[in-house]
């Protein structure tokens, strides 16, 4: 087997980079490092631990327009859209430095005078991350910054997709004076590496967002250690308009939430269930909006979607669009592809589907891509059986301006994050994550920093 990774541009096809893909020895190697190098990481004190995190986000964003090309290059997404995404991924950082300094334990009352206990924080021990390909910086400083900040040692294994930009983050760590040992990277098989973490006896917390299937495979597999995981899994966004929305917002929110990363987001918004009195309005104002944006090459000025990743998930997306047509779906807009298999680029233009139902395969299936099926309710409640009706439940958005309308699908809807006339919910001091099959933990805000700490209580006795 080979021992690089290619890396391609998915917007041409052309070949960025060859990099080397970690034996299993260096693995190896990487693993015993990060542990051995816990104990001192974990009680070098808080501040310190701070004062470090925020050096590396100073130094992120003195990179900003390096890392963003490179992130454009090897991701497909609009130059915006990465410039974007190197900022997100700072605000992590800058986050979990603050959190460094707020780990808290606690003093319980004791039932005797002779008696003291004790509740304290300590860091779990060596943290295992591997990352997807949809968000490269992200996705690895939202598990590196509130790793780190707890006190653990951390190792990642980045997409191969999109190896660049994560390495050279963490290159970008060593500069800003995180020890070596403390942050490390490995590239490879996603299989051949996930194993080797989840069998490790020096990793103690295995970190991971992907896809359900492989999620649940690292889940069973971190069983025979017991080691903890938080899992960041598929979704599969329900997208609410009621009768009384703003319409006008609502479209404009969908086009944002549903052709981010030309729809690569596990919280696109995939399913659009749109009251039957104002379905007409909302999907004119919808196809008039989403018209509008520019399909091409990221690196190109006002670009809005770029390709998507690689030919498998473009054959999934024309299928479901198959199946949607076959099934009776009408094609409002879109419907169309630029594509090149010889050059292995493939981009699909925003696509707008109406009359959608149930049987279709896009009801059930996670879309991955700029296609947006739109589908009707009358009564509340059936819009919040459609909605729920998945095994998934990351995040879901509705629209409304009657507060009991909002109230009620809040408190209804099976789904960790929830925007109300909000399609961009995410941000570092919010606890991102999903119910059901979408996830297991937290992260960001002050959530996603317990996942890095063990609980240890002590009780001192005969006072
Ligand atoms: P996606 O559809 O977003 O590529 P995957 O779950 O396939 O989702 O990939 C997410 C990350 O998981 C990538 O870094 C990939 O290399 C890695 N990966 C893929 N298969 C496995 C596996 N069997 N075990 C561990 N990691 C894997």
Known sequence: MANTITVKNPATGEVIKEIKKFSQEEVETALRKGFDYFPKWAKTNAHKRSELLNNWAVKVRENKAELAKMMTMENGKPLKESYGEVEYAASYIDWYAEEAKRIYGRMIPANTETKRIIISKQPVGLVAAITPWNFPAAMMTRKAAPALAAGCTFIVKPASETPLTGIRMIELAHEAGIPKD???????????????????????????????????????????????????????????????????????????????????????????????DIVDEFAEKFVQFAKQLKIGNGLDKGVDIGPIINKSSYEKIVDQITDAKKKGADVLLGDQFDTDEEKDYYFVHPTILNNVNEDMDIMHEETFGPVAPITVFKELDEAVKLANNSPYGLAAYFFTNDYRTGIYLHEHLEYGIIGWNDGGPSAAHAPFGGMKESGLGREGGLEGIEPYLETKYLSIGNL
């Open 182 to 276: 403390a942050i490390q990277y490995v590239t490879g098989s996603g299989k051949e590496i996930g194993d080797l973490f989840t069998d490790s006896k020096y990793v103690r917390k295995i970190t991971f967002t992907g896809s359900t299937s492989v999620g649940k495979q690292l889940i069973k597999n971190s069983a025979n250690t017991v080691k903890h995981v938080t899992m960041e899994l598929g979704g599969h966004a329900p997208l609410i308009v009621a009768k009384d929305a703003d319409v006008e917002l609502a479209a404009k929110e969908t086009v944002t939430t549903k052709f981010r990363n030309a729809g690569q987001t596990c919280v696109c918004a995939n399913r659009v269930i749109v009251h039957e």
